[in-house]
Structure formats: structure tokens, C-alpha cells
């Protein structure tokens, strides 16, 4: 174990099921299910969207073969801190989403997991007539 030593940090946004921690933790175990729908029309008038439509909410995760360890063969690794303190001047960060994590300090175990499934429900050609989306083959309009 070492102690973190941070001067400043600058955060400016945080949403989604992610966390900033100062400070040694013993687990995280951070989770987020995400439907996105993009569209011309309200939710209220085009229907739901719902998790259980889509695999990508309920699919398991692969597994990750270790032959090695699997095997039953003893691992073993040296580890040599040359410093007892891991010393930042600042640390800036812009944003953080989706499960993530800004954490300053010791942890034993983080698990991150986000799920987010992008819906986009574009109008026909018919509709685009007469709008600024209007498709046309001519480039010097």
C-alpha cells in the first residue's frame, strides 16, 4: 500500500453511475442500462423503448480463460515501490459517464460495467420535403 498525494483536481461534470472517491475503498461495483433514443417525435406519442427488447441488456459477459491459473500452477509476481507515496500536481478531467470512476487511493476490487443501447429514428424522404434536412443530389446548393 501506498499514499496518494494529489494537489488539485478539477472536475467538471459526473453523471451516470459513476463515482469520485478520495480515499482507499474495499469494492466498486458500479452499473448502468442505458436506452438512448434519438427522434423527431415525443416519447409520449411514438411508444416506450424497454430493456427486455433488446439482448444487449441480458447477454452474459465472456469468460476469460487463464490456462495457467486454471491449471492449479502457483503465480507469483515482486513488486518493488521505490517511493512510499505516488505524489500528482493536478489532475483535470472533463467528464466522466457510463460506470466510470475517478478514485485518488488504495482499492482491492472495481468492477465497471455499462450497457447503453443508441436508438436513432430518422423521418422518411417523404417527410424532409420542404425542411432543411431535405436529401439532394446537386453539392452546390
Not at 459526473?14 to 480515499?23: E, H, Y
Not at 482507499?24 to 430493456?51: C, M, P, W
Not at 441488456?57 to 500452477?73: A, Q
Request: glycine letters at 6%.
Amino acid at each position: 500500500m501506498r499514499t496518494s498525494q494529489v494537489g488539485m483536481i478539477s472536475l467538471i461534470s459526473l453523471a451516470s453511475a459513476s463515482t469520485v472517491q478520495i480515499g482507499d475503498r474495499g469494492s466498486t461495483n458500479a452499473k448502468l442500462n442505458a436506452i438512448a433514443v434519438q427522434r423527431k417525435e415525443d416519447h409520449s406519442s411514438a411508444g416506450e423503448a424497454y430493456f427486455e427488447s433488446y439482448p444487449v441488456f441480458s447477454r452474459d459477459w465472456p469468460v476469460l480463460r487463464d490456462p495457467e491459473f486454471e491449471s492449479g500452477r502457483a503465480l507469483s509476481y515482486r513488486r518493488c515501490n521505490h517511493s512510499p507515496r505516488i505524489s500528482v500536481g493536478c489532475v483535470s478531467v472533463i467528464a466522466l459517464s457510463s460506470s466510470s470512476s475517478l478514485h485518488i487511493g488504495n482499492s482491492y476490487s472495481v468492477v465497471g460495467e455499462a450497457r447503453v443501447k443508441h436508438i436513432r429514428q430518422f423521418a422518411d424522404e417523404s417527410d424532409l420535403e420542404g425542411t432543411s434536412l431535405e436529401r439532394t443530389t446537386d453539392r452546390r446548393r
